[in-house]
């Protein structure tokens, strides 16, 4: 069970590519990447540039050969299907490398259905923004993705 907003979410175990959501988990806890919010990269609190957990996501990806940053102006995610840059949500390429399908509403969903009380699902997008550190989205990702 998953607890959020104080509310319980099934624990599910959700389909994914677990070597590369192994090491997603481990580069949020690594403490290399400054946490920012609401974009997958910008700013963070002490002013360098920062990503959030799907930023963490597409950097990585683009590691392996998977999209690439754009001019550090824009502060875009740039793959085939998003041409002109991505700001916000994975883009399925980068869904695809994690091996999360297209059924995960590009947001990292943490949950695979809707909290006891009908509350939406919990994705890295939600938990990030709402102030969640890197290393409590890691734990749920080990939780939800990677234990048996």
């Known amino acids: 069970m998953v607890h959020f907003r104080g509310k319980d979410y099934p624990d599910a175990k959700l389909p994914c590519n677990r070597e590369r959501m192994l090491a997603l988990a481990e580069a949020l806890e690594s403490g290399e990447y400054p946490q920012a919010a609401g974009a997958l990269r910008g700013h963070s609190e ?3 540039t920062g990503n959030c957990c799907l930023g963490v996501a597409c950097d990585l990806a683009a590691k392996a050969g998977v999209g690439h940053w754009g001019n550090p102006d824009t502060l875009l995610f740039y793959t085939p299907s998003q041409p002109h840059g991505e700001g916000a949500l994975m ?3 980068v869904m695809e490398f994690y091996g999360l399908g297209n059924n995960n509403d590009r947001q990292l969903r943490l949950s695979d259905s809707a909290s006891t009380d009908g509350f939406d699902f919990i994705t890295g997008t939600v938990l990030n923004d709402d ?5 409590a989205i890691a734990k749920i990702i080990r939780e939800v993705y990677l234990t048996d």
């Open 131 to 135: 102030g969640a550190s890197f290393a």
């Open 46 to 48: 002490t002013g360098k």
């Open 91 to 93: 883009p399925p390429e």
